[in-house]
């Protein structure tokens, strides 16, 4: 919802800027914007669990460094907005893959938990069960 809101955002600015300078600037702090978060999802480790939208967004934006240089502003603000869209993607992917990975583990140590439980349930009743036969044995 906030990057809907955040693009509709962007979108009314074009509309109120609509000059090509104020456009150009646009682009160029969308392709900062971008490049920090390409740096964000290669921190949060996206290259091993989302390569296919981290590398899009690499492209994208070196495609956007390509039109701002050429003049062609809006077509390097869609690029790097997109770029910027990728990047998040992959951040996010990598933490989805991330946090899986960690309740993977959770159910796994709960399931050795369980099977420890049991285990001792299954003494506990033993331990009964012998006492139970020395208490009536000792009473005849």
């Known amino acids: 919802m906030r990057w809907i809101i955040c ?4 979108t009314v600015m074009l509309g109120i800027f609509g000059c090509g300078r104020q456009l150009q600037q646009l682009a160029v702090e969308t392709m900062q914007n971008a490049q920090v978060a390409l740096s964000s999802a290669e921190a949060m480790g996206a290259q091993e669990t989302a390569e296919t939208p981290l590398s899009t967004a690499q492209e994208m934006l070196v495609t956007a460094e390509k039109a701002i240089n050429a003049g062609d502003a809006a077509r ?3 690029l790097a907005l997109r770029a910027y869209l990728h990047a998040r993607i992959a951040t996010e992917t990598a933490i989805a893959v991330r946090e899986e990975a960690l309740v993977q583990e ?3 140590q709960l399931a050795l938990s369980e099977q420890s439980l049991a285990e001792v349930f ?4 033993a331990i009964k069960a012998e006492f139970e036969a020395l208490r009536d044995d000792s009473e005849r």
């Open 122 to 125: 299954q003494r506990l009743e």
């Open 106 to 108: 959770a159910q796994a």
């Open 7 to 10: 693009l509709i955002t962007v």
């Open 76 to 78: 390097a603000y869609r």
